[in-house]
């Protein structure tokens, strides 16, 4: 059983600037022995409304290919949020899959039993990246994303759903790239596999809402 990590996701009465949020790590690196180990930051908050995910990457030349909904951009240069609302009574998760332009490939269900959410836009999720920024700038050596996602559709999807301090959600963060330059499984809470799977709720973590 993988040891559980916990990340206390504070709240904020309005939208806040990145670097007053701490960053946690994704520098779990499994099931590849190729010495490829892209550092990887990720920050969380919450308001009433909505709870705010930033990805930073340092990724010299990330992979972008895909650019329609729901496209398998984890083959691109990827980051990943799953999270499962309802601790104990529900299991299944959304997982948000978003390669470096912001393509958003976006499920819910539990295990390999999902099903593609296509009538969630994903103007809905407020996804910003600097890719384009990065594309007329290729000297750099990083991107970011970030998304939020909305409470009260999330509460649509799981009607039991409440915000108030000291909620517990489980999930994790990842960072992958199945057919980029060199492949990578990056996760923030260790996955407890032989193979290649981050659809493991079981080695999701704890994020508390302060």
């Known amino acids: 059983m993988a040891n559980h990590r916990t990340y206390q996701i504070t709240a904020s009465a309005a939208r806040k600037d990145w670097s007053e949020v701490p960053a946690l790590p994704v520098d779990?690196?499994?099931w590849?022995?190729?010495g490829y180990a892209p550092k990887v930051e990720v920050r969380s908050y919450y308001t009433a409304e909505r709870?705010?995910?930033q990805f930073k990457v340092d990724e010299e030349h990330p992979l972008v290919r895909y650019r329609q909904p729901n496209?398998?951009?984890y083959t691109d240069s990827c980051v990943e949020f799953f999270v499962q609302p309802l601790l104990g009574s529900d299991a299944r998760y959304l997982n948000f899959e978003l390669n470096a332009a912001g393509t958003l490939l976006l499920q819910l269900g539990e295990g390999r039993d999902r099903k593609y959410l296509e009538d969630a836009p994903p103007a809905?999720?407020?996804?910003q990246t600097s890719y384009a920024e990065r594309e007329q700038h290729p000297e750099g050596s990083g991107w970011e994303l970030e998304f939020s996602i909305p409470f009260d559709w999330l509460s649509g999807l799981f009607p039991d759903f409440t915000v108030s301090s000291g909620q517990v959600l489980r999930g994790n963060f990842y960072k992958c790239g199945d057919e980029t330059e060199l492949p990578h499984y990056g996760s923030w809470n260790r996955v407890d596999s032989a193979t290649p799977n981050f659809h493991l709720s079981a080695s999701f973590g704890e994020?508390?809402?302060e």
């Open 51 to 53: 709870l705010y995910v």
């Open 124 to 127: 809905l999720f407020e996804i």
């Open 32 to 34: 590849l022995d190729n």
């Open 207 to 209: 994020l508390v809402l």
């Open 71 to 73: 496209e398998p951009v």
């Open 28 to 30: 779990q690196y499994l």
